[in-house]
Protein backbone atom coordinates (compact mmCIF):
# COMPACT_ATOMS: atom_id res chain seq x y z
CA UNK A 1 0.00 0.00 0.00
CA UNK A 2 2.46 2.41 1.20
CA UNK A 3 4.34 1.94 -2.31
CA UNK A 4 1.23 2.61 -4.29
CA UNK A 5 1.32 5.94 -2.15
CA UNK A 6 4.52 6.59 -3.17
CA UNK A 7 4.39 6.20 -7.21
CA UNK A 8 1.33 8.27 -7.01
CA UNK A 9 2.92 11.14 -4.93
CA UNK A 10 5.88 11.06 -7.16
CA UNK A 11 3.66 10.95 -10.40
CA UNK A 12 1.14 14.23 -8.51
CA UNK A 13 4.91 15.92 -7.96
CA UNK A 14 6.37 15.73 -11.62
CA UNK A 15 2.95 16.56 -12.78
CA UNK A 16 2.95 19.71 -10.36
CA UNK A 17 6.61 20.74 -11.04
CA UNK A 18 6.22 20.29 -14.91
CA UNK A 19 2.87 22.30 -14.78
CA UNK A 20 3.92 24.80 -12.12
CA UNK A 21 4.21 28.77 -13.61
CA UNK A 22 7.18 30.92 -13.51
CA UNK A 23 8.83 31.51 -10.12
CA UNK A 24 7.02 28.85 -8.18
CA UNK A 25 9.26 26.98 -10.18
CA UNK A 26 12.22 28.89 -10.53
CA UNK A 27 11.64 28.61 -6.63
CA UNK A 28 11.49 25.05 -6.54
CA UNK A 29 14.46 24.30 -8.54
CA UNK A 30 16.53 26.94 -7.01
CA UNK A 31 15.67 25.26 -3.69
CA UNK A 32 16.69 21.50 -5.81
CA UNK A 33 20.15 22.69 -6.67
CA UNK A 34 20.90 23.83 -3.17
CA UNK A 35 19.18 20.75 -1.48
CA UNK A 36 21.47 18.25 -3.97
CA UNK A 37 24.69 20.24 -3.95
CA UNK A 38 24.84 20.53 -0.02
CA UNK A 39 23.68 16.76 0.53
CA UNK A 40 26.01 15.49 -2.63
CA UNK A 41 29.09 17.60 -1.26
CA UNK A 42 29.64 18.56 -4.55
CA UNK A 43 33.18 20.40 -5.21
CA UNK A 44 33.11 23.53 -7.44
CA UNK A 45 34.88 21.45 -10.31
CA UNK A 46 32.45 19.10 -10.16
CA UNK A 47 29.50 21.02 -10.22
CA UNK A 48 30.49 23.17 -13.41
CA UNK A 49 30.54 19.19 -15.05
CA UNK A 50 27.34 17.83 -13.07
CA UNK A 51 24.86 20.51 -13.79
CA UNK A 52 24.52 20.43 -17.41
CA UNK A 53 24.06 16.79 -17.25
CA UNK A 54 21.86 16.74 -14.64
CA UNK A 55 19.90 19.70 -16.25
CA UNK A 56 19.98 17.73 -19.63
CA UNK A 57 18.71 14.55 -17.94
CA UNK A 58 15.59 16.43 -15.85
CA UNK A 59 14.89 17.88 -19.17
CA UNK A 60 14.28 14.67 -20.47
CA UNK A 61 12.24 13.17 -18.03
CA UNK A 62 10.34 16.19 -18.12
CA UNK A 63 9.41 15.53 -21.83
CA UNK A 64 8.73 12.11 -20.39
CA UNK A 65 6.07 13.01 -17.86
CA UNK A 66 4.42 15.82 -20.24
CA UNK A 67 4.01 12.79 -22.61
CA UNK A 68 2.51 9.89 -19.88
CA UNK A 69 0.38 13.28 -18.81
CA UNK A 70 -1.28 13.99 -22.58
CA UNK A 71 -1.61 9.84 -22.61
CA UNK A 72 -3.23 9.75 -19.50
CA UNK A 73 -6.12 12.24 -20.59
CA UNK A 74 -6.86 10.54 -23.41
CA UNK A 75 -7.21 7.82 -21.64
CA UNK A 76 -10.02 9.13 -19.86
CA UNK A 77 -12.06 10.32 -23.35
CA UNK A 78 -14.00 6.65 -23.86
CA UNK A 79 -11.26 5.00 -26.15
CA UNK A 80 -12.30 1.72 -27.78
CA UNK A 81 -10.49 -1.42 -27.03
CA UNK A 82 -7.98 -1.06 -29.54
CA UNK A 83 -7.43 2.59 -28.97
CA UNK A 84 -6.91 1.62 -25.29
CA UNK A 85 -4.83 -1.29 -26.19
CA UNK A 86 -2.50 0.89 -28.34
CA UNK A 87 -2.01 4.01 -25.67
CA UNK A 88 -1.11 1.14 -22.67
CA UNK A 89 1.78 -0.06 -25.65
CA UNK A 90 2.93 3.78 -25.74
CA UNK A 91 2.65 4.06 -21.53
CA UNK A 92 5.34 1.33 -21.80
CA UNK A 93 7.31 2.68 -24.45
CA UNK A 94 7.63 5.82 -22.26
CA UNK A 95 8.42 3.71 -18.97
CA UNK A 96 11.15 2.01 -21.29
CA UNK A 97 12.22 5.71 -22.57
CA UNK A 98 12.79 6.81 -18.48
CA UNK A 99 14.49 3.82 -17.80
CA UNK A 100 16.94 4.26 -20.78
CA UNK A 101 17.35 7.71 -19.98
CA UNK A 102 17.95 6.91 -16.21
CA UNK A 103 20.69 4.41 -17.14
CA UNK A 104 22.08 6.75 -20.07
CA UNK A 105 22.49 9.99 -17.14
CA UNK A 106 23.89 7.58 -13.86
CA UNK A 107 26.47 6.28 -16.90
CA UNK A 108 27.17 10.45 -17.69
CA UNK A 109 27.38 11.32 -13.97
CA UNK A 110 29.67 8.07 -13.02
CA UNK A 111 32.24 9.86 -15.08
CA UNK A 112 31.84 13.20 -13.28
CA UNK A 113 30.94 11.85 -9.54
CA UNK A 114 32.25 9.09 -7.54
CA UNK A 115 30.08 6.07 -7.46
CA UNK A 116 29.10 6.92 -3.46
CA UNK A 117 28.49 11.04 -4.45
CA UNK A 118 25.61 9.23 -7.47
CA UNK A 119 23.77 7.16 -4.43
CA UNK A 120 23.86 9.82 -2.17
CA UNK A 121 22.28 12.30 -5.58
CA UNK A 122 19.49 9.62 -5.83
CA UNK A 123 18.75 9.53 -1.77
CA UNK A 124 19.47 13.35 -1.98
CA UNK A 125 16.20 13.67 -4.66
CA UNK A 126 13.95 11.35 -3.06
CA UNK A 127 14.21 12.93 0.48
CA UNK A 128 13.41 16.54 -1.64
CA UNK A 129 10.47 14.79 -2.90
CA UNK A 130 9.26 13.63 0.55
CA UNK A 131 10.20 17.83 2.07
CA UNK A 132 7.95 18.92 -0.89
CA UNK A 133 5.19 16.73 -0.14
CA UNK A 134 6.13 17.50 3.45
CA UNK A 135 5.48 20.86 3.42
CA UNK A 136 2.54 20.70 0.37
CA UNK A 137 0.74 18.87 3.41
CA UNK A 138 1.08 21.66 5.73
CA UNK A 139 0.22 24.16 3.71
CA UNK A 140 -2.87 22.32 2.92
CA UNK A 141 -3.89 21.82 6.46
CA UNK A 142 -3.18 25.57 7.41
CA UNK A 143 -0.41 25.32 9.27
Given at each position: MNKRVLILFVFLMGMAYAQAQ???RDRIKTLKVAFITERVGLTSQEAQQFWPIYNEHEDALENIRRKEVQSRLSAAQGLSDSES????DNLLALQTEKYDAD??????IRKVIS???VLLLLKAEDDFKKRLLQQYRR???GG
Open positions: GPVATLLQAFISKPKKRQE
